[in-house]
């Protein structure tokens, strides 16, 4: 198709901007009602009308050649900006589709030019919208997931020689990694001689679990010191017991409160014995 | 509604006398029951008294160990005591052995099993704060 006949669509959409506009706007609302304010979409579609009319007049055919530069950057801010506030999927890619609802109205107000290539323009736009706005979930998604790591790793001195780590959230081997990796180091900067895991946060226990879990009691161990896990709840013990998960000996207590004091009587045990 | 076996608490240990014969889903309630309170009130050791029942089957039998496993993970023992001689025969003919379980001739000498022998916790936190002072 020559550029001139996309030139000639922008001529049409300028003539019959108001029209196009009023009934793009009104299917927009008609599905966000009470969602967002009239006077911002109105400024957001003139932002989008514009560029997509700038577009077609340096002779823009498809969504991704250079003319619609500008448009796909407004594009995917609106749409970045809905996936941040909560808005559907649904939401967000009727803002572009609704335009169809402007251009079928072209016809009744006498133009007879074929807007196909138009219509086919917005499907493009309406799929890009979507694609924006789930890319920008997936960066909301990875964005909290390193918060999550970051946030949930603290090592606690709780007594002279004694560290506790209290997990909250499931345990996946990434984090067995950081925790491991903290409570190893903490391990050798406060001389602690115990180390207390504490799983009161951690929803479920299921044998992968427990092998992280493990294993950062092995690599504890490794280095020499003693290693505890507490805060073991009720329904995860019978969990624990019902899927043959076996702690061997490795020290497992009720509470924090019973492995500090646990921690306390073997080191008083140890100093006995090299008393004696 | 299914009746529940009352646990009652001596000291650090918890005792449940179990009087008439289980059903099924009564005996799942216990081991629910029990876990719980062994986290709440922080017991040390579990007594389950089986002089009142007659069959163990190998339901009741799985139900034991799972306590006992149970009360392992947080760190409590479990004895059970009072089997009658027939239900032992029994046990023994059928070929169920209570694994990882101790056993003893009666509540008494199941305490006696159970008795500690270590400082209380109140004891090791107190010396461990008087240590902390001196320093």
């Known amino acids: 198709m020559p550029p001139v006949a996309m030139q ?13 506009r009023s009934a793009w706007i009104t299917a927009v609302a008609d599905e966000l009602r009470g969602r967002t304010s009239r006077g911002e979409l109105e400024r957001e579609q003139a932002d989008i009308f514009d560029a997509l009319v ?11 050649d250079e003319p619609f530069d500008q448009l796909r950057g407004i594009l995917s801010d609106v749409s970045s ?9 649904r939401e967000t890619a009727v803002g572009v589709f609704a335009l169809k609802e402007g251009l079928y109205g072209l016809s009744a107000q006498g133009v007879t030019t074929d807007v196909t ?26 964005e909290q997931s390193e918060q999550l790591l970051e946030l949930s790793t603290p090592v606690v001195k709780i007594w002279e020689g004694v560290v506790a780590v209290p997990l909250v959230g499931t345990l ?28 009161t946060g951690v929803p479920a226990v299921d044998t992968q679990v427990a092998q992280h879990l493990l294993k950062t009691v092995v690599a504890a161990r490794l280095m020499g010191a003693e290693c505890t896990i507490s805060g073991i709840r009720p329904q995860i013990a019978q969990t624990i017991v019902a899927l043959g998960i076996e702690f061997g000996d490795i020290r497992t207590r009720a509470t924090l409160a019973d492995a500090l004091v646990d921690a306390l009587r073997s080191d008083r045990r140890t100093a006995a014995t090299v008393l004696a | 509604m299914t ?28 081991q629910e029951d029990l876990a719980d309170r062994i986290t709440r009130t922080g017991a040390r050791g579990v007594i389950i008294d089986i002089s009142g029942l007659e069959i163990v089957d190998s339901f009741i039998g799985r139900m034991l160990a799972a306590v006992a496993a149970i009360s392992r993970v947080l760190d409590a023992q479990t004895v059970v005591v009072g089997m009658r001689p027939a239900v032992a025969i029994t046990m023994v003919e059928l070929g169920l ?39």
């Open chain 1, 8 to 20: 000639s669509l922008a001529q049409i959409l300028t003539d019959h901007a108001d029209a196009v």
């Open chain 1, 54 to 64: 700038e577009g077609l007049q340096r002779g823009g055919e498809r969504i991704g």
């Open chain 1, 81 to 89: 900006a809905r996936a941040r506030l909560g808005f559907t999927p």
């Open chain 1, 117 to 142: 290539p138009l219509l086919r323009l917005v499907d493009e736009l309406g799929l890009f919208t979507f694609e924006s706005f789930a890319a920008a979930r997936e960066a909301i998604i990875v």
């Open chain 1, 172 to 199: 996946d081997s990434a984090r067995t990694q950081v925790v491991m990796e903290t409570l190893l180091n903490t391990l050798v900067e406060t001389g602690s001689a115990h180390a207390i895991i504490d799983i």
């Open chain 2, 3 to 30: 009746e529940s076996v009352p646990i009652l608490k001596i000291g650090t240990t918890l005792l449940v006398s179990i009087q008439v014969d289980l059903q099924d889903d009564t005996a799942l309630q216990l």
């Open chain 2, 97 to 135: 052995s209570l694994g990882g379980v101790r056993t003893a001739l009666d509540v008494e000498r199941g305490l006696a099993m159970l008795e500690p022998d270590e400082e209380s916790a109140e004891d090791v936190l107190l010396a461990a704060a008087a240590e902390r002072e001196q320093r």
